[in-house]
């Protein structure tokens, strides 16, 4: 049974993944190449030695264990769209196993064990980001398993579980960054919710003791400072101004009173729009029926999960808090934790910042599939509902993947830089017949070209410092001008969007995206 | 001893019925700052009621609904407000003054209807109290909301449902206020039939079948004009309007759909429209339980909440929380019915384009306070240190009740004075008050409906509107002209006549004579006379 779990969501996972989303994302694509480089040479593009805590990548300083993973997928593979999400498609299908011991440890019940990883071979958006090479993936499957190994730590105190447990939370963090915040809380609160014994402070030292060392290559990182300033930088509630003006403002209105001055206070509102924030996430919108509004995040057809699945989350919920409310409350303790990293920032809600919450959510799931599984033996009437309950899903899931197979590569595809693949295809094949060739920087274009023009890492090895590169041997970036490139040394290459030339130049070939709409064209110089 | 007790319970629950009346009472007339266009447009034609036992429009106590700005609003709050307006005469506070005093009859209902469902005093007690300083209710009971009312005479409704259990009499009188709720807001026409089904399935064997038949007759008769006229603008205008159908695309969505699929049988039966409603509606309804909504921001609309607070309080949250661990886990009769009464409330609104929406949902109101009671009383027979606990709750309570009222009172009037429309009354006072004979008056619609303010505060004779009202010119039934008022800013004035303009704008070549602001200091309207 598990086992056929285990291929089901490795079907799910890795079924069309090369085309469906269409196209990698940027990020996706930066971790190629740099996977690529690392596979070729031993060095990333920036020629850094592979070994290390941050990859300044195109100056959003990656975390390295993705870009190791890929650089064995695209190593052995090649530089394809299905060799830089494979990790993501195996750390999906290792969380499936990972949700049956979670389950089966909290729970104290194989079958729930198994609920649990059926419900997350299933859930929706557990499959979509199975399906991206998303860091945050791989991290959550290490938070899993790190839960597994840390609650058993504390159930059975043996030192190695916590060492383990230990380990795999380093590996999360440096999978992805935002989780060095999530660990030390859902660490606590495993300690807090669980049974309390003397062997267990050996063991919370122990993890401690891993777990800082293991930190040090991270903050010893030349680009750690680099990189602290790029995340702090985005809009999020602690650098934003709006709370301060609307303290002030009330406050001038109280006449700055002692009180106004207290109860006025930003902070309160701070603290106000990080609980909001929070509990953004529990939108039923969010929750069931669109998902985050960002198209790489959510296919739009469902939201964290299916409508049909409402019923077995809410029985869930319901007779989790009434037969065991202590693990409910470690759950729920879990649920709001692992929203943090989302809802400081100001683009809310956010599904792959909060992905990690996919866990609670499917144990919830899966306590209410298991509930159900003992109405069945309970008599006629029950056993109707439940199987209505069954086929209503199993009707709505077959829609949902008909819809994500039919139409959401389609929809989506300018969300995932559609027809930048292609361009990269072409400029591989006109590389070697010009001695310029002018492209439009894009939105990080360069990265496209590098990736799928499979151009040698040493062009942009010894420019160390450079994250958005003008010129890349013969390329260079920049926005097509007409009549300063039409001087330009006769054996070049223009490459733009079909308005950025006048009527009546000679169009060389036209670049298509996977629908067929023309993205780019080249103009030929000695050939006008 | 026992008489003793009951003397504590009805000095405490009119200690908690005088506070609700202050909290309803004190300032109503300018806290929310100004009258709503619907507020007014109430009392105008309750004033017209009163004076001709005619609407502005000239019909003849119209039953089911006036026709007002065309948008037929339901008819009780018109009799109500006018039987307010006998008494105090044609004020602003007697407009207010019957949504006021259901929000003070709900809080002592609640108490009696908690009793009845089995709940203890104190839990009761608790409840009234709640209610009585829930940000939702204090702020639907003081402005004139037709729903107010709707909800206490449903209140008014179950409570002599469940009396009935034990003197089946009270079933006509069930029957009299649940139809009249109906007459009240939209909304109950749906709610108090469903809400009245779900309480009496829950203890069907409590009613005697004889006064259950009876009583539905009762209210069979008497919503029997609703139901004539189910098809009329009068009922259906706000269902049309309001119907989220209207904005939905699950039409085109479907057709792409079963276009792509060659529209096979299997297709059309999959990719049917009606899914796709379902799907909406219940979206729309999960939405009125969104946390955030209730204990955080509350929705969009500025007259329906105070901002940074939800329509109910922080701490709810958690008491709700309790009440729900408590129905999961402890016997306590009385507590289906109560999750019967939340899980109804919002199947009105849900068929809306606006979710979530504290007004339509308002019928939840009192459901959630004894809910919030009762899930205290769960958290504090629980646990030990009994007297910290309680103080530690009260303290929060009273707290946040607190901040709640500088809020509503000190900086809401401020905020949120443009969405009450504040300005009309001072412009309109200062028009009436230097106005000469003869001279044109033109008005800016930038803010709505100006037509109606000119008629409650110009305190125009009903009489004479309602003979002009066949001739002079509508949008829809918005009066756009009477008298010497004309409700369009063209570009082209009398010379010499007054133009009441929105914000800075001005116009060409006119003389400024008085400017109106807002009470933050932007200008809401300046005068001008025409050259």
């Given at each position: 049974m598990l086992a056929s779990t285990i291929v089901l969501g490795f079907v799910l996972r890795l079924i069309f993944v090369g085309t469906n989303p269409p196209s990698l994302y940027w990020d996706e694509a930066s971790i190629g190449y740099e996977a690529y480089s690392v596979s070729q040479t031993g060095m990333d593009m920036h020629g850094n030695h592979f070994l290390q805590a941050i990859f300044p990548a195109y100056g959003d300083y990656k975390a390295p264990v993705y870009i190791w993973l890929a650089s064995l997928s695209v190593g052995l593979f090649g530089p394809t769209n299905l060799a830089v999400r494979l990790p993501s498609v195996v750390a999906g299908t290792l969380a499936i196993i990972g949700m049956y011991y979670l389950a089966n440890v909290l729970f104290k019940s194989k079958k729930s064990g198994l609920y649990a990883s059926v419900v997350f071979a299933l859930l929706p958006s557990a499959v979509h980001f199975s399906r991206v090479g998303f860091e945050a993936n791989v991290a959550l499957t290490c938070i899993i398993w790190s839960l597994v190994a840390?609650?058993?730590?504390?159930?059975?105190?043996?030192?190695?579980?916590?060492?383990?447990?230990?380990?795999?939370?380093?590996?999360?963090?440096?999978?992805?960054?935002?989780?060095?915040?999530?660990?030390?809380?859902?660490?606590?609160?495993?300690?807090?919710?669980?049974?309390?014994?003397?062997?267990?402070?050996?063991?919370?030292?122990?993890?401690?003791?891993?777990?800082?060392?293991?930190?040090?290559?991270?903050?010893?990182?030349?680009?750690?400072?680099?990189?602290?300033?790029?995340?702090?930088?985005?809009?999020?509630?602690?650098?934003?101004?709006?709370?301060?003006?609307?303290?002030?403002?009330?406050?001038?209105?109280?006449?700055?009173?002692?009180?106004?001055?207290?109860?006025?206070?930003?902070?309160?509102?701070?603290?106000?729009?990080?609980?909001?924030?929070?509990?953004?996430?529990?939108?039923?919108?969010?929750?069931?029926?669109?998902?985050?509004?960002?198209?790489?995040?959510?296919?739009?057809?469902?939201?964290?999960?299916?409508?049909?699945?409402?019923?077995?989350?809410?029985?869930?919920?319901?007779?989790?808090?009434?037969?065991?409310?202590?693990?409910?409350?470690?759950?729920?303790?879990?649920?709001?934790?692992?929203?943090?990293?989302?809802?400081?920032?100001?683009?809310?809600?956010?599904?792959?910042?909060?992905?990690?919450?996919?866990?609670?959510?499917?144990?919830?799931?899966?306590?209410?599939?298991?509930?159900?599984?003992?109405?069945?033996?309970?008599?006629?009437?029950?056993?109707?509902?439940?199987?209505?309950?069954?086929?209503?899903?199993?009707?709505?899931?077959?829609?949902?993947?008909?819809?994500?197979?039919?139409?959401?590569?389609?929809?989506?595809?300018?969300?995932?830089?559609?027809?930048?693949?292609?361009?990269?295809?072409?400029?591989?094949?006109?590389?070697?017949?010009?001695?310029?060739?002018?492209?439009?920087?894009?939105?990080?274009?360069?990265?496209?070209?590098?990736?799928?023009?499979?151009?040698?890492?040493?062009?942009?090895?010894?420019?160390?410092?450079?994250?958005?590169?003008?010129?890349?041997?013969?390329?260079?970036?920049?926005?097509?001008?007409?009549?300063?490139?039409?001087?330009?040394?006769?054996?070049?290459?223009?490459?733009?969007?079909?308005?950025?030339?006048?009527?009546?130049?000679?169009?060389?070939?036209?670049?298509?995206?996977?629908?067929?709409?023309?993205?780019?064209?080249?103009?030929?110089?000695?050939?006008? | 001893m026992a008489r003793k007790s009951n003397l504590i319970e009805i000095l405490a629950i009119t200690a908690i019925v005088f506070l609700a009346s202050v909290v309803r009472l004190v300032r109503l007339d300018t806290l929310p700052p100004s009258l709503y266009w619907e507020e007014v447009a109430l009392g105008y034609d309750a004033y017209s009621i009163v004076e001709t036992g005619k609407d502005y429009h000239g019909n003849p106590y119209p039953l089911v609904a006036f026709p007002s700005f065309g948008d037929y609003k339901p008819s009780l709050y018109f009799y109500i407000t006018a039987i307010s307006m006998a008494i105090l005469g044609p004020t602003d506070y007697a407009i207010r003054l019957p949504s006021a005093l259901a929000g003070i009859i709900a809080v002592g209902l609640l108490y009696l209807i908690s009793k009845k469902l089995g709940f203890s005093k104190k839990v009761s007690m608790l409840a009234s109290f709640i209610l009585s300083i829930m940000p939702m209710a204090i702020q639907f009971s003081r402005a004139a909301f037709e729903v107010n009312v709707a909800v206490t005479l449903m209140m008014a409704g179950i409570m002599c449902l469940l009396a009935s259990q034990k003197k089946p009499s009270f079933m006509i009188a069930a029957a009299v206020f649940l139809s009249l709720s109906m007459y009240a807001y939209h909304g109950l026409r749906v709610i108090a039939p469903l809400l009245t089904l779900g309480f009496y399935v829950i203890s069907y064997a409590k009613y005697s079948i004889k006064y259950v038949v009876i009583g539905f007759i009762c209210a069979f008769i008497l919503i029997l004009p609703i139901l004539k006229n189910v098809t009329d603008i009068q009922v259906n205008q706000r269902f049309s309007e309001t119907s989220f159908i209207s904005v939905s695309t699950a039409v085109q969505e479907t057709n792409a759909l079963r276009e792509y699929f060659g529209n096979s049988l299997l297709s059309r039966v999959v990719f049917h429209r009606y899914w796709w409603w379902t799907g909406e509606a219940i979206a729309n309804y999960m939405k009125n339980f969104s946390p955030n909504f209730l204990f955080m921001i509350g929705d969009e609309n500025p007259r329906h909440g105070v901002k940074d607070f939800g329509p109910l309080y922080h701490w709810q949250a958690l008491a709700l929380l309790a009440g729900l661990y408590g129905m999961l886990t402890i016997k306590q009769k009385g507590v289906l019915s109560l999750f019967v009464w939340i899980l109804v409330s919002p199947l009105a609104t849900m068929m809306t384009k606006t979710n979530p929406h504290t007004l339509r949902m308002l019928a939840i109101a009192p459901a959630f306070a004894l809910l919030s009671a009762w899930g205290l009383s769960v958290v504090i027979e629980r646990v030990a240190y009994k007297k910290w606990l309680i103080g530690g709750i009260a303290l929060i309570i009273v707290a946040e009740a607190c901040m709640f009222g500088h809020a509503y009172a000190i900086h809401y009037p401020t905020e949120s004075a443009p969405d009450w429309q504040y300005g009309y009354r001072q412009a309109i006072d200062y028009v009436e008050k230097n106005k000469k004979p003869n001279q044109k008056i033109y008005m800016t619609r930038d803010y709505g409906r100006p037509s109606i303010y000119a008629l409650w505060y110009g305190k125009y004779e009903p009489k004479s509107i309602q003979d002009s009202d066949p001739s002079v010119k509508k949008d829809q039934q918005e009066l756009l002209e009477f008298g010497q008022y004309a409700f369009a800013l063209t570009g082209e004035y009398e010379s010499g006549s007054l133009v009441v303009t929105a914000g800075e704008k001005g116009i060409n070549g006119g003389k400024k004579i008085e400017t109106i602001t807002f009470p933050n200091g932007q200008v809401a309207f300046e005068i001008y006379e025409a050259p």
């Open positions: 840390l609650i058993k730590g504390f159930d059975i105190p043996k030192k190695y579980y916590f060492a383990l447990a230990s380990m795999l939370s380093l590996i999360a963090i440096y999978a992805y960054f935002s989780a060095r915040i999530v660990i030390p809380l859902m660490v606590a609160s495993t300690w807090v919710f669980s049974r309390k014994n003397k062997a267990v402070n050996l063991g919370v030292s122990i993890f401690a003791l891993i777990f800082i060392l293991g930190l040090i290559p991270l903050y010893r990182s030349p680009y750690f400072d680099a990189a602290n300033t790029l995340r702090l930088s985005t809009d999020n509630i602690t650098n934003n101004t709006t709370d301060i003006i609307k303290s002030n403002n009330l406050k001038a209105v109280d006449r700055n009173s002692l009180a106004s001055r207290l109860f006025h206070h930003r902070y309160v509102y701070m603290g106000e729009e990080l609980i909001g924030n929070m509990l953004a996430h529990f939108e039923p919108d969010y929750l069931f029926f669109t998902g985050d509004p960002n198209e790489r995040h959510s296919t739009g057809y469902a939201g964290i999960m299916l409508i049909s699945m409402a019923p077995l989350f809410f029985m869930g919920l319901a007779f989790c808090l009434k037969e065991k409310p202590r693990t409910w409350f470690f759950i729920m303790s879990l649920w709001l934790f692992f929203l943090v990293p989302a809802s400081v920032p100001r683009t809310i809600p956010h599904a792959l910042r909060s992905l990690n919450s996919l866990i609670p959510i499917a144990l919830v799931v899966s306590y209410g599939a298991f509930k159900m599984d003992n109405l069945l033996r309970q008599g006629k009437i029950k056993r109707i509902v439940v199987v209505v309950c069954v086929v209503l899903i199993g009707i709505q899931y077959a829609v949902y993947g008909l819809l994500v197979g039919t139409f959401y590569a389609k929809k989506s595809a300018a969300a995932w830089q559609d027809g930048y693949p292609q361009l990269g295809t072409y400029v591989a094949t006109q590389y070697n017949n010009y001695d310029y060739i002018n492209i439009p920087p894009g939105d990080r274009l360069f990265l496209y070209i590098l990736f799928y023009g499979q151009f040698s890492p040493s062009l942009t090895q010894h420019q160390s410092d450079v994250f958005a590169p003008v010129k890349i041997g013969k390329m260079t970036f920049k926005p097509v001008v007409w009549k300063d490139d039409v001087q330009g040394p006769s054996s070049s290459l223009i490459i733009g969007a079909k308005n950025d030339f006048p009527e009546g130049v000679k169009i060389k070939d036209e670049i298509m995206d996977s629908e067929g709409q023309v993205q780019f064209v080249s103009v030929d110089l000695q050939n006008l | -």
